[in-house]
């Protein structure tokens, strides 16, 4: 009989999320362990020194998100009787059977991550860690490829590829931790998506919004998914009506604040909370709209008024 699969944290700040994700854990009876360390050893500062900056967010944030797979190897070579784990955000809520339902998910597969397909064909090259799972070989293996991909010539170019795409389509982004890990996956066969029903159950990818998975998978309450909660365990509604258990929810951005009301079975607060956030989220960006199309009509006019040169 396998032992329990091992819940493993990367966080080195003590906050009120980490605190929800550690009750979840222990209310869903799964072990869960945080690695607080910063200190990643000489293969990730040798990865610092070769990594290409190809992303929208800082080269800091980037670096850091990398780091995680750093520590989890220097974990992974004290800790030799850790042969799998699942590595989750601080963001992410457990609830009961999450470790037997992954465990059965995932099969014989080194590494199994969380993505969702887009609506236009539009293909981000992104596979999400909130909720993965990982061997100990799988995870090795990742951390290989990270360094040969940012020291090698062929490994630069194609992440300068990607990067030129959202640079077209005029979108946030870039190449991140999230685009080595689909790029590995592909490449290994280990590309089954973690939050794909199975037997009845599900782990999250967003808790905003209807999409999981696929486009419009499940209802939605106020600005999340609608949940439900009994006896310790969550639900959530497929768009043709039918039950789901949910053993992992993943609050991204500002739904943190949704955390400690779905862990303390009070939905209806969630779905006001995360309606108001949703609100909050449409009236920043049509300002930011209604502020770009004003900057431009001034400079067209500013343009148009410049006298013609002799």
């Keep these: 009989m396998n032992p329990p699969l091992p819940f493993i944290v990367v966080e080195d700040r003590q906050n009120k999320t980490l605190a929800l ?6 209310l869903a009876g799964e072990p ?19 990594y290409v900056h190809l992303s929208s967010n ?10 995680r797979y750093f520590l989890l190897a220097r ?11 699942v590595l989750i955000d601080s ?17 014989k597969a080194d590494f199994s991550g969380s993505s969702m397909q887009s609506a236009d064909g539009w293909n981000p090259c992104q596979i999400s860690p909130h909720v993965s799972y990982w061997t100990s070989n799988g995870l090795r293996r990742f951390v290989a490829c ?4 940012y020291a090698t010539p062929s490994g630069r170019r194609k992440l300068r590829e990607i990067s030129q795409r959202f640079a077209a389509r005029g979108v946030r982004g870039g190449v991140s931790d999230m685009t080595l890990l689909y790029l590995w996956a592909h490449a290994t066969g280990n590309d089954d998506p973690i939050n794909r029903v199975f037997e009845g159950m599900v782990v999250d990818h967003n808790i905003n919004g209807t999409h999981n998975l696929h486009r419009g998978e499940f209802k939605v ?25 949910v053993v992992a929810l993943h609050f991204q951005g500002s739904a943190k604040m949704a955390m400690p009301h779905a862990l303390r079975g009070r939905t209806l607060t969630v779905a006001a909370v995360t309606y108001a956030l949703q609100m909050a989220r449409r009236a920043k960006n049509n300002a930011f709209r209604t502020g770009a199309f004003a900057r431009r009509l001034f400079d067209t006019r500013r343009v148009h008024r410049v006298p013609a040169g002799k």
């Design 21 to 26: 994700c550690r009750e979840s854990a222990e």
């Design 32 to 50: 869960l362990l945080v690695l607080s360390e910063t200190d990643a050893g000489p293969a990730y500062e040798r990865f610092c020194r070769s």
């Design 58 to 67: 800082s080269p800091e944030f980037e670096k850091i998100c990398f780091r």
């Design 75 to 85: 974990f992974l070579e004290s800790h030799p009787e850790v042969r799998d784990f």
């Design 91 to 107: 963001d992410v809520l457990l609830f009961e059977g999450a470790g037997e339902h992954i465990r059965r998910l995932v099969g």
């Design 146 to 149: 990270v360094l040969d991909t």
């Design 221 to 245: 309450l106020g600005g999340a998914k609608r949940i439900a909660r009994s006896e310790g365990k969550a639900w959530l509604t497929s768009s043709s009506g039918e039950p789901v258990r």
